[in-house]
């Protein structure tokens, strides 16, 4: 009896540095053995976002930035409690399904997202990681799902003009120019079904939304990730937030490179969160400094989300949402249909309060990169 | 030391690659602006003397008008439009000064009368008022020694 034990244990031990290496892969990574499925992903915006480039592909859009409201911030929450209501709706699926959820928002202490999904009744983590958030959750839920926490988990993220300007900048109706460094917060929740097994999704009658996901082959694997570190150059302003991200996003992404020894034309694209104008040509100098040009195939969604000419929003779109509804309305249905083999989806974050700010704090930066892959249908 | 160069350099770097806004440009349209402003203020003073109104009160008539103005403005979303083409020049005149004081009681009210307007209706001019009254003060001083010195 005790001999068996013993075999037992060395066997479970061997199994678990075998999975280990497997799945530990360099020194900030990992790829999953059975890697998740991004099942389901739904987008809620505000107007200006809704008549930017991205407009029709968007689920939801309301023509009212408050959202029936009152206030900034509860109208940020209903956004969140939308995009997860879509997402779950779409997926088929109830709240009750889902194991674990991971949220989070710009605002002070995650208001929006405790308030947005508290109805819901599902087992939470509120995150910040900045407006990095969005890979955040998606690491974490993608993490937990491989591991066998769960079946289903969902990972939502918003921002709101209207709350962001409050918390960081000033009241909407003071009277200043913004600097062209600047960026545009956008008002906009995306929430994610990620999921063990490949689940069916479809569209919802009567939505604003183009139905892509109904009538889409293939599935979308989330097959690793590269969680990345705080990355401070020194830079004290936070009206230049692509600049005080890229050395983050570059770091991230040349750590990907590094831990699954692949180059940028490993990966149909390269899309960060919200580096915007500036900040996408600074990623590219620092980028060439270590020998990679990604020019070839980088996006940004805070560039991809609204029309800097048309739209005055200077150096581009921001906040936890730019990256979530732009994964969830454009990039997500690429992958599905298998246009885009696989991306690397890589949300910045600039890491900063208006208190540290003022103190003479500088802001640092983070970036998350999600590998996502087309999966054939039924697989 | 060295992390401290690397960061100086990263930070000359980033003000070579951002692009600012036009300088002249900017100047001329804040001359524009605040000179629109100040003719209103002129043609109301004016105005209130052609009444026979008292020289005083034919300032405050004008100050009090233009601080409406503002106020209404802003309430409409329109004056941050005119700063945003007019930078300084809508900035400095009062109408800036009561766009600061109106923005924030707009957008505060939701916080209560005395947390939300009353506590933050003065965060973006009271730096303003502070150093103002500082400055009057300190200058009142010296006035004062200058003029017992004679």
């Not at chain 1, 405790?114 to 109805?119: D, F, K, L, P, R």
């Not at chain 1, 991306?343 to 998350?368: D, R």
Request: some cysteine.
């Amino acid at each position: 009896m005790m001999g068996d034990e013993r075999i037992k244990g060395k066997v479970r031990e061997a199994v678990q540095t075998g999975a280990q290496t497997k799945v530990q892969t360099g020194a900030q990574s990992l790829s999953f053995v059975n890697a998740p499925f991004l099942s389901c992903a739904a987008s809620v915006t505000g107007k200006k976002e809704g008549e930017g480039p991205l407009g029709r592909l968007f689920d939801h859009v309301s023509g009212d930035d408050l959202f029936g409201e009152n206030t900034w911030e509860a109208a940020e929450s209903a956004m969140q409690k939308l995009a997860c209501s879509l997402t779950l709706q779409k997926a088929g699926r109830k709240a009750s399904e889902i194991r674990y959820l991971f949220g989070g928002d710009l605002l002070r202490q995650g208001t929006a997202t405790s308030q947005g999904v508290e109805g819901f009744d599902i087992p939470m983590f509120g995150l910040y990681g900045a407006c990095s958030t969005a890979g955040e959750a998606l690491a974490l839920a993608a993490m937990s799902v491989a591991a066998g926490y769960g079946e289903r988990m969902l990972a939502v993220t918003s921002s709101h003009f209207g709350s962001a300007e409050k918390e960081f900048r000033f009241p909407l109706g003071y009277a200043n120019q913004r600097p062209l460094s600047a960026h545009w917060t956008v008002t906009g929740s995306g929430a994610f079904l990620v999921t063990a097994g490949a689940e069916q999704s479809a569209n919802i009658p009567g939505d604003a939304g183009t139905g892509q996901s109904a009538a889409m082959p293939g599935q979308v694997k989330i097959s690793g990730v590269t969680v990345g570190k705080i990355v401070d150059f020194g830079l004290k302003d936070s009206q230049n937030m692509g600049a005080c991200m890229a050395p983050a996003a570059c770091d991230t992404i040349l750590q990907n490179f590094r831990d699954f020894g692949r180059g940028p034309e490993d990966y149909t694209r390269i899309i960060t969160g919200d580096l915007g104008h500036i900040g996408q040509s600074i990623l590219f100098d620092l980028m060439q400094d270590n020998g990679y040009d990604i020019r070839g195939n980088h996006l940004d969604c805070g560039m991809l989300i609204f029309d800097q000419e048309t739209q005055d929003t200077h150096s581009g779109g921001s906040g936890c949402g730019c990256a979530a509804v732009t994964l969830a309305s454009y990039i997500y249905p690429k992958l599905r249909n298998g246009e885009w083999e696989r991306v690397l989806f890589v949300p910045t974050g600039a890491l900063l309060s208006t208190v540290i700010y003022n103190e003479g704090a500088s802001v640092p930066g983070i970036a998350h990169a999600i590998i996502l892959e087309h999966a054939a249908p039924g697989r | 030391m060295d992390k401290q160069k690397q960061q100086e350099a990263y930070r000359d770097y980033v003000k070579w690659k951002t692009p600012v806004h036009n300088l002249p440009l900017n100047m001329a349209k804040a001359f524009v602006t605040g000179g629109t402003i100040c003719l209103l203020g002129q043609m109301i003073l004016n105005k209130c003397e052609a009444m026979g109104l008292d020289q005083d009160v034919c300032g405050s008539v004008t100050s009090v008008s233009l601080i409406l103005l503002s106020v209404l403005l802003t309430g409409w979303n329109l004056y941050p439009r005119i700063a945003k083409w007019g930078g300084a020049g809508a900035l400095v005149p009062i109408t800036g000064f009561a766009n600061s004081v109106a923005a924030p009681a707009i957008e505060y009210k939701k916080e209560g009368q005395v947390m939300g307007i009353g506590c933050k209706i003065f965060t973006i001019a009271g730096p303003v008022i502070l150093y103002g009254v500082f400055t009057s003060w300190v200058l009142g001083g010296l006035y004062w020694i200058w003029e017992a010195a004679r």
